[in-house]
Each structure stands twice: as structure tokens, then as C-alpha cells.
């Protein structure tokens, strides 16, 4: 018996324990590496979005003491302590995303059902593009936000609001869950560091939503592990936690400095000319 599909799962779970961390979006990248290697892209889409299960585990324990800190506020949710803050903020901001995500993801699974893999490989680039625009601007408001003094500026429900809502546009194949989550956090004057606690703090709960309402929610998902494989699936999503509790402190670190913007520029114009280069026969 052999499994054919071993080899890319592995490569799909390395893909997202890395990528997850930068302001790139794992699910797209490994949407056009399961693509290349011919799964047909709604698949190739459900299998970035069940790779973020992987990455759970490390986010929860990176973030273990914070995620405590908010357990233990559930005994008194309604106080101003930070952490009930913390707690309130994580609770709205989960529920605008799925309001917004869920609907997304259904009208992505919508979208690629009907028309062919090229065309589906344009939107996922002219969404790339719209990320790298994200992404620079993003770049310049931190460097603008290192420059100036932290305020301590409390979250409020319009800022769980703002910022979950954008988070649930990251359903879109294309679109970067971090770029969209830091964006407007420093727009509403968040300090750089206090803008990336919050959006990776939001992100636990994303990455455990992201890995399950594909499987839950219609049959997109299913059909793609099937696609895969149980056992190549279950692989991918192991080698993700590895690589992930292995690399989130690096390539965090990493991300405060590296221009994403660029490349993710530079895989947008390679994701959309070699559909464009096909539809025309080049």
C-alpha cells in the first residue's frame, strides 16, 4: 500500500508551523502548494484552514500564562481587572469573528465549486496583492507606533468589535489573519506591542475555529481529508505542532523585523501569472 500524499502533508505541516507566525497567510501558501502538487484548490483551501488545528497547541502554550490569566477571570468576567479585559475582548472579538468568517468560508466553498482552478488561482492572487498593501501599511504604522510612547489604552468592546470582524475576514484564501488584526489595532491607537499580544491572543481561539468549522460545516472539508488521507492529514497536522512549539518564539521575533510586505508581493504576481499564463496557453 503506498501513500502518495505523505510527502506534501509533510511539507504542508512545515509550511504552516513557520508561516503561521508571520504576517503571511499559512492557509494560502499551503493552498497553492497543495494546488501544485494536484489537488484541486477548494481542497487545497480546506486543507490550509485544517492545518491552523496544528498550530493551536503551540499558540495555547506559548500563551499559556495570559490563557490562564483568563480562565481564572471567568469567576469575575464584569470587573475592570486586565485579564476580565483581556477575557471580554477575546469573547466579542471571537463571536464578530465567526459572524463574519463562517459566511466567507461558505461563499469561498461557494465560489471555488463553480468555477476552474486558474480562475480560482487569480482571486487568490488579487487577494494576495490586497494583503501585501495590508501588509506595508501594517510595516509603516509600527515603525510609526515604535516611535511613541505606549498610552496603556484599555480595550473596549468597539475595539473587540473592529478587531474581530477583520479577523473574520481572513477566511478569504489570500487575506493574512495577522495583517488584518494589527492593521487596526494601531489604527485605534494601540502601541505595536500591546497590537501584537492582542491579535495572537485572538488567534488561539482562530486557530482552533479554523481547523473545525471546515469539518463541521458542510462537506468541503471532509471530502478534502478524504482527499488526502486520514493518515496524511493526521501527519500534516502533527508535523505543525512540532515545527510549531520548535519555531514561534524565532520566527516571532523574526516577524517584528522581516518586510513581509515584499514578499508577499512577490508571491501574489507568481500566483497570478501563472494561472493568466495558462488561460492564455503563453
Not at 484552514?49 to 480562565?71: M, T
Amino acid at each position: 500500500m503506498t501513500y502518495p500524499h505523505l510527502i506534501p502533508a509533510l511539507v504542508a505541516g512545515i509550511i504552516e508551523g513557520i508561516v503561521e507566525w508571520l504576517p503571511v497567510s499559512s492557509k494560502t501558501m499551503i493552498t497553492i502548494y497543495f494546488s501544485a502538487v494536484g489537488i484541486n484548490v477548494k481542497s487545497a483551501y480546506n486543507l490550509g484552514l485544517i492545518a491552523n488545528f496544528g498550530s493551536f497547541f503551540a499558540a495555547l502554550y506559548y500563551f499559556r500564562h495570559e490563557a490562564w490569566g483568563v480562565v481564572k477571570a471567568l469567576r469575575h468576567p464584569f470587573t475592570d481587572e486586565p485579564n476580565a479585559r483581556l477575557l471580554r475582548f477575546l469573547f466579542i472579538g471571537t463571536l464578530a469573528t465567526g459572524v463574519v468568517g463562517i459566511p466567507l468560508y461558505i461563499a469561498v466553498q461557494n465560489t471555488f465549486s463553480i468555477v476552474g482552478g486558474s480562475i480560482a488561482m487569480i482571486i487568490i492572487g488579487a487577494l494576495l496583492l490586497i494583503t501585501a498593501f495590508i501588509a506595508r501599511r501594517k510595516e509603516q504604522m509600527m515603525n510609526d507606533a515604535a516611535l511613541t510612547a505606549a498610552t496603556g489604552r484599555p480595550v473596549t468592546t468597539v475595539s473587540a468589535l473592529i478587531t474581530g470582524a477583520m479577523q473574520g475576514l481572513a477566511a478569504l484564501p489570500g487575506m493574512s489573519r495577522s495583517g488584518m488584526t494589527i492593521t487596526p489595532l494601531l489604527w485605534m491607537g494601540f502601541s505595536g506591542e500591546e497590537s501584537l499580544r492582542l491579535s495572537f491572543m485572538l488567534d488561539v481561539l482562530a486557530l482552533l475555529g479554523a481547523g473545525v468549522v471546515p469539518v463541521i460545516i458542510g462537506s468541503g472539508g471532509r471530502a478534502a481529508i478524504l482527499q488526502l488521507g486520514w493518515g496524511a492529514t493526521l501527519l500534516m497536522l502533527l508535523v505543525a505542532a512540532i515545527v510549531s512549539f520548535l519555531a514561534i518564539n524565532a520566527v516571532l521575533k523574526l516577524a517584528k523585523r522581516l518586510r513581509t510586505s515584499v514578499v508577499t508581493f512577490a508571491i501574489a504576481v507568481i500566483t497570478l501569472l501563472v494561472p493568466i499564463a495558462a488561460l492564455l496557453r503563453l
